[in-house]
């Protein structure tokens, strides 16, 4: 089945622990992104990666970090959280530039006390 | 840079009634895409409805069709004989046509109940 998977689901951390989000997809897609969604905000990006080694800023990169060492996996990294990076997360991949679908994992709800 | 607004943040429709939800956008371009994805409370988001900036006829799925008017930058989505699987939050968004990907901007999400 062809999917975007993130893990984990649920996630309750303390301030300044340092924790990954693991997002992968089987679709062989080149572009990944990472979203969070807040109240009354929709989704904002926050990283994005075109390939392999490849990626760029979203419009909220802040204390956010990613890699893209392979094609399949993108995962989001929180270095110090905060407690205003509380917060769901979504990975998505798409296949092509243009209007393209992009494919949405089920999404990572972050709690940081 | 681009916004997109959706100015009802919450509606509610009759079981099989008809409701239309609002987008507006701002931007430059001139070649850009459209979507309307929804997001039932099993959080997934799902791809509605797509449509390209450069074609003048509006785009249908179903029960689901947009009115997209391109000088007045709106696009707003109906969803015909509402169902009750249809009470989601409904985000629209907006991306620019580039030879590379380029970022896709969301608007804060209206939140439909579809009553029985």
């Known amino acids: 089945e062809a999917q975007v998977t993130q893990n984990p689901r649920y996630l309750i951390t303390v301030t300044g622990k340092k924790l990954t989000v693991t997002c992968s997809q089987n679709m062989n897609h080149e572009y990944m992104s990472w979203y969070r969604q807040d109240p009354g905000l929709g989704l904002r990006q926050i990283y994005y990666s075109m390939n392999v080694e490849v990626t760029d800023k979203g419009d909220v990169p802040e204390g956010y970090k990613v890699s893209r060492k392979e094609k399949r996996n993108f995962p989001l990294i929180l270095e110090s959280p905060s407690p205003n990076q509380t917060s769901l997360y979504f990975c998505?991949?798409?296949?092509?530039?243009?209007?393209?679908?992009?494919?949405f994992g089920p999404g990572t709800r972050l709690t940081v006390t | 840079a681009q916004t997109v607004t959706q100015s009802q943040p919450e509606m509610s429709v009759q079981e099989a009634e008809t409701v239309t939800l609002s987008c507006t956008y701002d931007t430059s371009e001139n070649n850009y895409y459209l979507f309307w994805y929804k997001q039932p409370p099993s959080r997934q988001m799902i791809l509605v409805i797509r449509q390209e900036a450069y074609k003048q006829q509006n785009a249908t799925e179903n029960r689901f069709s947009v009115n997209f008017q391109k000088a007045a930058k709106s696009f707003s989505l109906k969803i015909s004989d509402s169902q009750l699987g249809d009470t989601a939050m409904y985000f629209c968004?907006?991306?620019?046509?580039?030879?590379?990907?380029?970022?896709?901007?969301f608007g804060p999400g209206t939140s439909l109940s579809v009553i029985p």
């Open positions: 968004a907006f991306m620019k046509h580039s030879p590379s990907y380029d970022k896709v901007i």
């Open positions: 998505a991949s798409s296949p092509l530039a243009g209007a393209s679908e992009q494919y």
